[in-house]
């Protein structure tokens, strides 16, 4: 029997829908909109489509946004003093800079400049030592995302359950396997490292991929019944006979294969994609609250 199919745009649909409802309250109690700040650097299509996308969502939720479009030569300094200026901005309550820069840039450097308080994408040093720690604040979208996706598919309780993470980048893989502990998850971190990796992966209940490689997780890396997380963003040629386009985009779990033997699985897209963004403006109400005290 073929897994029943984790659809990510709906659970990003109904996170959406509280945000505005919780957006709503903060306009009715407090008189104020929050306002989320989106810097990209160059003209990256697929950074550009990720930036219209949560602008789009914004809008549709009455989140206010502020778009910043800045020369992909733009100097280090420069891009410094501005996300220095959103971060003193009183108007301003989460900043995100659309990630990966272009190459010239000291990626840290520009996070680093972000208020920990307006840190919607949960990458600085103190929102990350805040996740390690266990305490109260903005956690990352995209490993945040996967743990809804989860729970969607298994219940809410996910006590127990043996989560293999392949991948252990800032951005997903570590905050993916702080989460998943959060749960009580029984938490692996697989990397490029690692040894018997398709044997690790068929031990997981939850199997996350975040590691760029298309297609790279087979079906009989999959134990049977397991829930299928796939991150992965990779876009590829596609050969199919009635293409519309020269390119598709595919994840890193062979969607075909994988979808015989798990339990539940994330297409892609359409999975992980857009519980990043319902995460995002979610983030963007926790951070107002948090920084007027009003969690
Ligand atoms: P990184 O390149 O930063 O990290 C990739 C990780 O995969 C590394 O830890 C690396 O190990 C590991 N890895 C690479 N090759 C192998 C291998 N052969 N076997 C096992 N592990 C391997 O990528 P990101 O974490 O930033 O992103 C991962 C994927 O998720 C990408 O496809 C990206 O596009 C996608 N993504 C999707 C998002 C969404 O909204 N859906 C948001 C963010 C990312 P090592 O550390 O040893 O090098």
Redesign the pocket.
Known sequence: MSAQIIDGKQQAQILNQKTKEELQKIEKEHGFTPCLAVVLVGEDPASQVYVRNKVRTAGEIGIKSLEFVLPADTKQEDLEAKVKELSKDESVDGILVQLPLPKHLNQDAVIEKIDPLKDVDGLTEKSAGKLSLGKIGLRA??PS?SVILAKSALGDDLTGLNVVI????????KPAALLFLEENCTVTI?????KN?EEICKNADILVA????PL?VKGDWVKKGACVID????RVENNAVDAKSKTKLVG?VDFESAKEIAGQITPVPG???P??IACLMQNTIIAAKLRRNLV
């Open positions: 979208c995209t995302g392949i991948g252990r980048s800032i951005l997903v893989g697989a990397h490029s490292k690692t990796l975040a590691v760029g490689r790279m991150v992965g963003i990779n890193d999975g992980v994609g519980m990043t």
